[in-house]
């Protein structure tokens, strides 16, 4: 990635909130790098070095501030970086995937030669995956260290530390401080019972938004979604034993930040949380770039993101199951599916009882015992054959999933038609151009007599089309309410 210094120079003036994540500031005075928005006395330019990420400013000998803490800052969206590979590549570094495979295997997974994707990401980052994977365990031992009063033996483990004593060493020699010390500073109770952490987004966000579009979907039991907040249930695979717990998000707009809550049974899969609250709040947007591209549609709701999935399999069972039936009876099946088929959550907070169930699951079921929570059988074996795909790997339904060959494999399962293939792309793989075309509602919103005629409307929107969908969801739900109170 390119960086020009006099405009980086001129946003770290401005602190200018669009360009927090995009690139880090390293100070030869100081040596330390900080997130652009960083409250610190601007320095020097001549001072100043810019990185494409923390990886690369750790690697020029540079340590985190511990005022702006870069762990926090936002992360990528699909359109942010001249790759997709090496964006797919970095997500699932940052999920956890390097601590227990190696870089061959992360190739396997993206579609490509180790030499190919070696050769993007250090273009893209300024660093090797293994240099970017070490930066983001330590980073995030040093979120939990501030954040939480985890055991220094289970934060290692939770960071992706093999040992406290590599953790340790690794963490004197890239911070120059002693992780004890940086606890003594850290306002954390010994008693906790639960973990909170933050995730920063680029305003502005559409919270309320947010909120009314996961609510109308909400799925009993496996959701709570309240006036200000959203939780859910979420099961985590940790080696061979399955974590099963919950999370609950908050929205903290004076620190343009969400609040992250876990209870502590789920401390051994911590690193695996932040990217899945990112992807499902779409947090890597660029509401700036998004807004202005869709102009007079996103006024009504500046800062709108598509909202993403914990699970992506759990998208293509609401995709079937809500195809030509309203939303409230697709719902009410779904809670079905998941009170019969999901692992109950002990100790979870009100309105949380059930997991939803995972693609294994389905995979081992028999159309009939779908067919009893209230579905016909070509969706239950559109379902099940989706799930055995899933389950065997051959589709991966989440952001780092090559796009064609995905949405490929998807539209040669009988049942699932071109909209479910579209919703799936919008929200399990985060594709910002996906259209759901044939939609009822996005064809009675648009005026549109088909198809044809709804997808040459909404071309003006590329590359921005699902965001474009959301908002005239949005606006139809807002006509609705008003017409029809009920």
Same mark, same amino acid.
């Given at each position: ?5 006099? =405009? ?13 994540? &995009? ?9 330390i ?14 001072n100043?070095?810019?990185?494409p990420?923390a990886?690369?400013a750790? !690697? ?5 501030? #511990? ?7 936002p992360g ?10 090496a964006q ?15 870089? $061959?295997?992360?190739? !396997? ?13 250090? @273009?893209?980052?300024?660093?090797s ?6 930066t983001?365990?330590?980073? /995030? ?10 055991p /220094?033996?289970? #934060?290692?483990l939770? @960071? ?8 340790n ?9 002693n992780p004890?010390q ?5 306002d954390?109770?010994?008693?906790a ?9 680029r305003?502005?966000?559409a ?10 979907? *909400?799925?009993d039991?496996?959701?709570n ?26 929205h903290?707009p ?9 209870? /502590? ?6 690193a695996?949380?932040p990217g899945?609250? *990112?992807?499902?709040?779409?947090l ?12 007079? #549609? ?5 800062? /709108? ?30 809670? &079905? ?9 002990? =100790? ?54 090559p796009?064609?060959? =995905? ?5 040669r399962?009988?049942?699932?038609g ?8 919008m929200?399990a ?15 009675k ?17 590329e ?13 139809? $739900? ?5 017409f029809?109170?009920?």
């Amino acid at each position: 990635m390119d960086l020009d210094a006099d =405009t980086c120079y001129q946003a770290l003036l401005a602190r200018d909130r669009r360009f927090d994540g &995009r690139f880090f500031v390293g100070v030869s005075s100081t040596g330390i790098y900080c997130r652009p928005i960083c409250a610190v006395r601007s320095p020097k330019q001549s001072n100043c070095s810019f990185f494409p990420s923390a990886a690369a400013a750790e !690697r020029a000998r540079f340590r985190p501030c #511990l005022r702006c803490r870069p762990e926090l800052a936002p992360g990528y969206g699909l359109q942010d970086i001249g790759s997709r590979l090496a964006q797919a590549a970095a997500a699932l570094i940052e999920d956890g995937f390097l601590n227990g495979a190696n870089v $061959a295997a992360l190739a !396997r997974r993206v579609g490509v030669t180790e030499r190919h994707l070696r050769r993007i990401f250090q @273009a893209e980052f300024g660093a090797s995956m293994l240099d970017f994977a070490l930066t983001q365990r330590l980073l /995030m031992a040093k979120r939990l260290l501030t954040e939480t009063p985890l055991p /220094m033996t289970e #934060l290692a483990l939770a @960071a992706g530390f093999g040992s406290v004593r590599r953790f340790n060493g690794l963490f004197r020699t890239r911070y120059g401080l002693n992780p004890s010390q940086l606890r003594k500073h850290a306002d954390v109770g010994s008693n906790a019972q639960t973990l909170t952490f933050l995730l920063a987004y680029r305003p502005p966000l559409a919270w309320d938004g947010l909120l009314a579009f996961l609510a109308h979907r *909400r799925i009993d039991g496996v959701e709570n979604i309240g006036t200000d907040s959203y939780a859910r249930t979420i099961a985590l695979q940790h080696g061979t034993r399955e974590v099963i717990g919950w999370f609950k998000v908050a929205h903290l707009p004076q620190r343009f930040a969400l609040s992250v809550t876990i209870p /502590m049974s789920m401390a051994s899969v911590a690193a695996a949380i932040p990217g899945r609250v *990112r992807r499902l709040f779409d947090l890597g947007a660029r509401p700036d770039l998004i807004d202005m591209h869709l102009g007079q #549609l996103a006024a009504g709701q500046p800062g /709108m993101r598509v909202p993403g999935a914990v699970d992506g399999f759990e998208i293509i069972v609401r995709a079937i199951v809500g195809q030509q039936i309203s939303v409230v009876h697709a719902r009410s099946v779904l809670a &079905r599916i998941a009170l019969r088929f999901g692992s109950e959550v002990d =100790t979870a907070p009100p309105g949380l009882a059930t997991t939803f169930p995972g693609a294994t699951v389905f995979a081992g079921l028999d159309p009939a015992a779908l067919q009893e929570t209230g579905i016909t059988r070509i969706r239950a074996e559109a379902i099940i054959l989706a799930a055995i795909e899933v389950a065997s790997g051959r589709i991966a339904l989440e952001p780092t999933a090559p796009l064609g060959d =995905t949405l490929a494999a998807l539209r040669r399962i009988r049942g699932i038609g071109e909209w479910t293939v579209q919703y799936v792309a919008m929200r399990a793989l985060a594709w910002p151009n996906a259209f759901p075309e044939g939609d009822a509602v996005l064809t009675k919103q648009l005026g549109a007599t088909d198809a044809a005629a709804l997808r040459l409307h909404a071309s003006r929107w590329e590359p921005w089309r699902a965001y474009a969908a959301v908002h005239l969801w949005r606006q139809f $739900a807002e006509i609705s309410q008003t017409f029809n109170p009920t």
